[in-house]
T-cell receptor, first 116, second 115 residues
């Protein structure tokens, strides 16, 4: 069964460093998302991406964050200068399309980011 | 903006019993989608069941069913014949029918199945 793949599973970084979280969405999916879950809290939307551009972003997704689909298969989230409060689980998700039957979002296993 | 509320932070039930998890939401839209996701200790988010708001019939998936009350904006999840593998965090989520259809999640209910 196709699945969303995220790498690495755990990333440890020093405050102020740049990190890139990688995701390979399901191959025929057109909508891509990043979500964040701080330990013990709910899952929060960060950004959605469609047709090679950001379609919506939350207030969390400030200038330190960027997303890219560099080669038609990978979907990356970059944090330019990490802060302690960026420590969280980051989930990538993808869906086939919009509307009934196509808008189910499939999640990857997540990347745990630890900022020291 | 839409909001999703899960008022039961934790629940526990004996194996083989039935348990119902509550979820309420707020929206001004008439057509939307509702989901229940399961997050086991591995922390991967797994879709359990979904409901389209324009469908009056409640969705079912094997042991999982929902009670969707559109007027009351309520979307509860019933798990029948609960199993140890059902132990997980359960999140209720809302998605608009418009735009990019991002998910708005509730705070979750931690369900423990007791052997």
């Amino acid at each position: 069964e196709p699945e969303v793949t995220q790498t690495p599973s755990h990333q440890v970084t020093q405050m102020g460093q740049e990190v890139i979280l990688r995701c390979v969405p399901i191959s025929n999916h057109l909508y891509f998302y990043w979500y964040r879950q701080i330990l013990g809290q709910k899952v929060e939307f960060l950004v959605s991406f469609y047709n090679n551009e950001i379609s919506e972003k939350s207030e969390i997704f400030d200038d330190q964050f960027s997303v890219e689909r560099p080669d038609g298969s990978n979907f990356t989230l970059k944090i330019r200068s990490t802060k302690l409060e960026d420590s969280a689980m980051y989930f990538c998700a993808s869906s086939e399309g919009s509307g009934a039957g196509k808008n189910i979002q499939y999640f990857g296993a997540g990347t745990r980011l630890s900022v020291l | 903006a839409q909001t999703v509320t899960q008022s039961q932070p934790e629940m526990s039930v004996q194996e083989a019993e039935t348990v119902t998890l509550s979820c309420t939401y707020d929206t001004s839209e008439s057509n939307y989608y509702l989901f229940w996701y399961k997050q086991p200790p591995s922390r991967q988010m797994i879709l359990v069941i979904r409901q389209e708001a324009y469908k009056q019939q409640n969705a079912t998936e094997n042991r999982f069913s929902v009670n969707f009350q559109k007027a009351a904006k309520s979307f509860s999840l019933k798990i029948s014949d609960s199993q140890l593998g059902d132990t997980a965090m359960y999140f209720c989520a809302f998605s608009s029918n418009f735009g990019n259809e991002k998910l708005t999640f509730g705070t979750g209910t931690r369900l423990t199945i007791i052997p």
